[in-house]
């Protein structure tokens, strides 16, 4: 299937360094895909407010977690910012004005809305634990009435969106490229450690699949 490119706007259109952009859906969709936490940007009372939170994707929507009670789901009653960013190098330049980091970022512009259908609002949670634990959703139990009622989704979509790259080494001056000052990229990869056990687990209980790879 073809996905239908992204269609830079006003706020999402690219000023600096336009050429390290892409308008492939698919790029958006990989970096949203492979992050865990996005940075909500909202305004609470004429105060700007970046807030982390977990998410998950389901075709053309990002779903936002949050608590019914937050500041922050009052404040995604209007326009707001998302941004998911990851990392994948440290750029060590001869000059100290040319270092940088490789990186994959994602900005998503918009007006959510407060998911209020119970089948939507299972489908949002389930997409965000998936997110963070593919496979997880289906092992644990799922929300009771009161944990449902204290938890918000915030719907986004993807519609106005931009992705920015950067990768491969530093772009030191020619004039630089004598000194004897060591350049060149010190990559950064994202690794999940060992599961480590609850010590009130009870006795016997295995690891999951969605942890075991099984």
């Known amino acids: 299937m073809t996905?239908?490119?992204?269609?830079?706007?006003e706020r999402s259109r690219l000023r600096r360094l336009p050429e390290r952009g892409s308008v492939s859906r698919e790029d958006l969709y990989r970096i949203l895909d492979e992050g865990n936490i996005c940075h909500l940007g909202v305004t609470i009372d004429?105060?700007?407010r970046v807030i982390p939170t977990a998410y998950g994707r389901s075709g053309d929507t990002l779903y936002l977690h949050g608590s019914t009670g937050a500041t922050s789901v009052r404040g995604a009653t209007a326009d707001v910012c998302v941004?998911?960013?990851?990392?994948?190098?440290?750029?060590?330049?001869?000059?100290?004005?040319?270092?940088?980091?490789?990186?994959?970022?994602a900005l998503v512009f918009g007006t959510p809305r407060l998911v209020?259908?119970?089948?939507?609002?299972?489908a949002g949670l389930r997409a965000i634990v998936e997110n963070l634990v593919p496979g997880r959703w289906d092992e644990a139990r799922e929300p009771n009435a009161k944990e449902f009622a204290a938890t918000a989704v915030l719907a986004l979509s993807l519609?106005?969106?931009?992705?920015k790259t950067r990768q491969g080494p530093?772009?030191?001056?020619?004039?630089d490229l004598a000194l004897d000052a060591w350049a060149g990229v010190v990559p950064v990869r994202t690794v999940l450690g060992d599961p480590v056990p609850d010590p009130l687990l009870r006795p016997g209980t295995a690891l999951p699949a969605a942890l075991s790879g099984a």
Do not use: F, Q
Not at 116 to 122: F, G, I, N, V
């Open 3 to 9: 996905l239908t490119p992204l269609s830079p706007t």
């Open 116 to 122: 209020t259908d119970r089948a939507e609002k299972l």
């Open 170 to 175: 530093p772009s030191d001056e020619e004039a």
């Open 159 to 163: 519609a106005e969106a931009s992705v």
């Open 83 to 105: 941004t998911v960013t990851l990392l994948d190098g440290l750029v060590l330049a001869r000059s100290l004005m040319h270092h940088s980091v490789n990186y994959r970022s």
């Open 46 to 48: 004429g105060t700007p």
